[in-house]
């Protein structure tokens, strides 16, 4: 199963990936996280130092001659099958991949990095048990068919305000558009009881994440948004996300 996390910048995209990772580990499942975001915080995310952070794949230019080609011949079906493994940074039991901002792919423009970028994620298919979740770019802007046409489901992130809430409610439209349906509203930082102005086109409320103090605390000296405290009201939330997105696959319990 893959599935994307979009929104405004801010809003908890990149936190809520690593949650929904470290979740889904936690059930024994195999979990591949997908920085697409050219602001690169999944890895300091997922505790991983400076160093231990995979250059993006989009910065690998000799890589990228090597398999899509240069020069007006590239290849747009470069062979990728040995990449996901020789690329990866491991996080605990999770998987990285750094691609940095896949904007563009598929939306016609051919350039080599986005060929090979776009032919990764396709390749990145589900197994038995395999997980692959996409950290977006912040906003619509970067919203393309290269990024939601290997995807089978979209986590539209929005903060209490109006602000974040339009800005998921364009996102949801427009991947409507290119055919992604299935999608669920994470409500981030707010509290369950949380009433919400008229949006037109958001997608349904699935799950409320609340403040989480213990991130809050730390964040000043990690970047970590592993092993937080409030495990009893991160794990529902991940259930109903999945459960939303999962179209009748059994969601797994730690
Ligand atoms: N529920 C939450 N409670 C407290 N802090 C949060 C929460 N969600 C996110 N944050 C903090 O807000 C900041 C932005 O979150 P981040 O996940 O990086 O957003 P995005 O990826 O959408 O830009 C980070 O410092 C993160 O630690
Ligand atoms: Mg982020």
């Known amino acids: 199963m893959k599935l994307a996390v979009a929104g405004k910048g801010g809003v908890g995209k990149t936190t809520l990936t690593v949650l929904l ?4 580990t936690r059930c024994g499942q195999e979990v591949w996280l997908v920085d697409a975001d050219t602001a690169l915080c999944l890895g300091p995310a997922l505790g991983l130092s400076p160093e231990a952070v995979p250059t993006p794949l989009i910065a690998n230019s000799e890589l990228i001659r090597q398999r899509v080609g240069g020069d007006g011949m590239i290849s ?19 998987n990285l991949l ?3 901002s896949v904007a563009g792919a ?26 692959v979740i996409v950290d977006l770019e912040a906003g619509v802007e970067h919203l393309g068919r290269g990024t939601v046409q290997y995807v089978d489901g979209l986590v539209v992130v929005s903060e209490p305000s109006l602000r974040g809430l339009t800005t998921a409610a364009q996102i949801s439209g427009l991947a409507r558009d290119l055919g992604l349906t299935r999608q669920a509203l994470v409500l981030n930082r707010a509290n369950g009881d949380c009433a919400l102005p008229e949006v037109a086109g958001l997608p349904p409320l699935t799950a409320t994440l609340p403040r989480l103090p213990s991130l809050e605390a730390r964040q000043i000296f990690s970047a970590s948004a592993l092993d937080l405290a409030e495990r009893g009201q991160i794990d529902p939330a991940c259930r109903a996300i999945l459960g939303a997105l999962a179209d009748g696959k059994a969601i797994p319990e730690p």
């Open 21 to 24: 990772g470290e979740y889904l």
């Open 106 to 131: 598929g939306g016609g423009c051919a350039c080599a990095a986005n060929a090979l970028v776009k032919s990764l994620l396709g390749h990145l298919v589900e197994e038995r048990g395999q997980w």
């Open 76 to 94: 747009l079906n470069p062979q990728v099958h040995d990449l996901p493994e020789k690329l990866r940074a491991r996080a605990g039991n999770m």
């Open 98 to 100: 750094v691609m940095g």
